[in-house]
């Protein structure tokens, strides 16, 4: 779908587009705004290769939410000694089998596995997944911080069929309230929280709630259900909005340096690393 603008008011919600062209879209996403936040430099570099941790991360996922897709996108290695003569046909027999898939190991799969029943027995999860509900749903809107209209995405792990609840599922070696709290400010899950919630209000008109479930990757795998207050939302968007201007300023020409600042800058400690004797 070509990112070109459209008359005003203008939104786009799509049930069944691929991650590959939603992740190609130039709109700009929540991954987006975390790299503008460390400068445009960063925004401009192609992304991260894709590591160990992701690509667990994206199969868990899919058992979850697109089983249907499971034998398209994955293939898992069978246990076997290479080193003899049948092991390596049996090998050479697997690869070719699975070429174009991404390839799992026994150990990853059972892990996954594991993860997906955790969730899927888990009551909240339950509650939300109904049969009129979406997965992967994306969606399509414009920002307007200057002039000149910004096209934005997200695309919420799952809807509820009423369309007034968002489900991010997020695999985390520690689902705790203070432990996932942690992630929150690490990872700017609240930006993530706010910026998708903006979204689905102009695509819909609806003010939707956003629901973390967060799955630990470790046994016992528990899983926990969270929500975020105004206060945290509020913030998360005003880190969005400004990520928003940034990216507005560049695209106008006032931002002349791309990277980080060339003069030396001072750094001051945190509050918490300073102890009273």
């Known amino acids: 779908m070509p990112a070109t603008l459209k008359a005003k008011p203008w939104?786009?919600?799509i049930v069944g587009m691929s991650g590959e062209d939603y992740h190609a879209h130039d709109g700009l996403g929540k991954s987006g705004l975390d790299r503008l936040r460390r400068s445009i430099a960063?925004?401009?570099?192609?992304?991260?290769?894709?590591?160990?941790?992701?690509?667990?991360?994206?199969?868990?996922?899919c058992r979850v939410l697109e089983l249907a897709q499971w034998g398209i996108r994955y293939a898992v290695a069978p246990e076997m000694d290479r080193r003899t003569k049948v092991g390596k046909e049996a090998w050479a027999e697997f690869q070719e089998q699975s070429q174009g898939l991404t390839v799992l190991t026994q150990e990853q799969?059972?892990?996954?596995?594991?993860?997906?029943?955790?969730?899927?027995?888990?009551?909240?999860?339950?509650?939300?997944?109904?049969?009129?509900?979406?997965?992967?749903?994306?969606?399509?809107?414009?920002?307007?911080?200057?002039?000149?209209?910004?096209?934005c995405k997200a695309r919420p792990d799952w809807v509820s069929g009423d369309r007034k609840i968002l489900v991010d599922l997020k695999s985390t070696r520690d689902a705790s309230p203070e432990g996932f709290v942690r992630a929150i400010a690490k990872f700017r899950y609240h930006v993530q929280a706010a910026w998708y919630l903006r979204g689905w209000r102009a695509a819909t008109g609806i003010d939707a709630d956003?629901?973390?479930?967060?799955?630990?990757?470790?046994?016992?795998?528990?899983?926990?259900?969270y929500t975020?207050?105004?206060?945290?939302?509020?913030e998360g968007w005003l880190q969005a909005r400004r990520g928003l201007r940034k990216f507005a300023d560049w695209q106008s020409g006032d931002v002349i340096c791309e990277g980080y600042p060339q003069e030396v800058q001072l750094l001051t400690l945190p509050r918490w690393e300073f102890r009273e004797e």
Not at 126 to 141: I, K, L, P, Y
Not at 210 to 225: N, T
């Open 42 to 61: 960063h925004y401009l570099a192609d992304p991260a290769s894709s590591t160990t941790a992701m690509t667990e991360g994206s199969a868990f996922h």
């Open 210 to 225: 956003f629901i973390f479930v967060a799955v630990e990757s470790s046994p016992p795998h528990e899983v926990a259900c």
């Open 11 to 13: 939104w786009e919600l």
């Open 109 to 151: 799969f059972s892990r996954i596995e594991r993860m997906a029943e955790a969730v899927h027995n888990h009551p909240v999860w339950q509650s939300v997944q109904d049969e009129d509900g979406d997965a992967e749903v994306s969606v399509f809107w414009e920002e307007t911080p200057c002039t000149q209209p910004i096209v």
């Open 228 to 234: 975020l207050g105004e206060a945290e939302l509020a």
